[in-house]
């Protein structure tokens, strides 16, 4: 697709530069529209192929079209952009439903796709005409834009500094026909363009291999960042004296990574008010509040008290992947968690009552929990 990348890929490059020659480029321009209930996204990330196929895999995303942005000329043509002298970037034009999905969950899902790093070019693709920019469409789209970066550099999970280039949206130019739905329309060349790109590499060394299994947005990671930075720190005991102070069952859970028999544990079906702690540390894990009924035999919830409590890793003990869910000071082996859930969340965060000790809410303020009042607001 790339000049450089012919270089890599000469067959792939060859077919592409072939049929250029039979694209031309539109001339409409595209703005925002608010008036027909979508709005726009412009934003570039490298090869348009790919961040076309990306963001379209997002729900309340309507179309997705690859064109051009950022450069003097009218009406570019893919050779005159890819050879860096047009001014132009790649870019993708993203119309969403506002009412299904906000600018920064798009931002969100351009970021976990692209390497916002490097402003040299994308991947394998190098060139000014390939480097990452957020073309904002108006002044909120620049705050949120600017908001959701500075949080990003914070969380540092990039390992470098951010190079993406705020720039004011001026014209967005459709790229030619042959280059729209490329990874539909072409799937055998697109694979091997992407898989050759090292981008998927280099996201699976960002995110984790499982990215894609057990999506984890920016703004989660964010958010958990937040909370643990202002939670209460816990001290785990040492081995002999965990030992001492478990029953059998409860060392076999926790530190072995057992597992308890369904519907024959202590609050499979327990309907009390209150919290349930680590039964090794009593650090706040789960509320009643967030408990339901999942019929499966073992205490399940919508979603954890604070995230930042909670560690979840990929679990290959069994022939396909789970997401296990361990204590974050204690370190114990909790439970997994599961996309079946209810509302809101959709989660089941399916737990071995061995691992928790229940407080009940009379109990809270006694025995240091008072802040946890709240939750059994009406």
Not at 210 to 222: A, W
Not at 239 to 256: C, G, N, R, S, W
């Amino acid at each position: 697709m790339k000049v450089k990348f012919k270089f890599v890929l000469p067959a792939l490059a060859t077919i592409a530069i072939a049929t250029s020659f039979f694209g031309t480029a539109e001339s409409k321009l595209t703005t925002t529209n608010t008036s027909n209930g979508f709005e726009v996204a412009t934003l570039a990330g490298g090869c348009f192929w790919c961040t076309e196929s990306d963001l379209e895999k997002l729900p309340g995303v309507l179309d997705v079209v690859s064109g051009y942005s950022g450069g003097e000329l009218e009406n570019p043509t893919y050779k005159q952009v890819s050879s860096g002298k047009s001014g132009h970037i790649e870019v993708i034009e993203v119309k969403y439903d506002p009412k299904a999905v906000g600018y920064e969950q798009i931002l969100d899902q351009f970021f976990r796709h692209i390497d916002p790093t490097d402003d040299k070019g994308s991947f394998v693709d190098r060139g000014p005409q390939y480097r990452p920019a957020i073309f904002y469409h108006n002044e909120n789209q620049r705050v949120v834009a600017d908001q959701f970066m500075q949080e990003i550099e914070q969380l540092g999970i990039f390992q470098k500094p951010l190079k993406t280039e705020l720039i004011a949206f001026t014209k967005f130019w459709p790229a030619e026909d042959y280059h729209q739905d490329y990874y539909k329309r072409n799937k055998v060349r697109y694979n091997y363009y992407r898989y050759a790109s090292g981008r998927d590499q280099y996201l699976d060394q960002i995110f984790g291999e499982d990215r894609n299994e057990n999506p984890v947005t920016l703004r989660q990671l964010i958010d958990k960042q937040k909370q643990t930075a202002n939670i209460k720190a816990y001290q785990k005991p040492s081995d002999e004296e965990i030992k001492a102070k478990l029953t059998e069952m409860q060392y076999y859970v926790t530190q072995e990574e057992g597992t308890e028999r369904a519907f024959r544990n202590e609050y499979w079906d327990n309907k009390q008010e209150g919290i349930y702690v680590d039964i090794v540390t009593g650090e706040p894990l789960f509320s009643s509040t967030d408990k339901y009924k999942s019929g499966t035999g073992w205490p399940s919830f919508t979603k954890p008290i604070n995230e930042g409590y909670i560690v979840t890793k990929t679990d290959f003990h069994l022939l396909y992947p789970r997401t296990e869910v361990r204590s974050r000071f204690a370190d114990s082996h909790l439970g997994h968690v599961f996309k079946d859930g209810p509302a809101p969340t959709g989660l089941r965060y399916c737990m071995n009552s061995a691992a928790m000790r229940f407080v009940p809410k009379s109990e809270l303020e006694n025995q240091g929990y008072g802040e946890y009042l709240y939750l059994f607001d009406s």
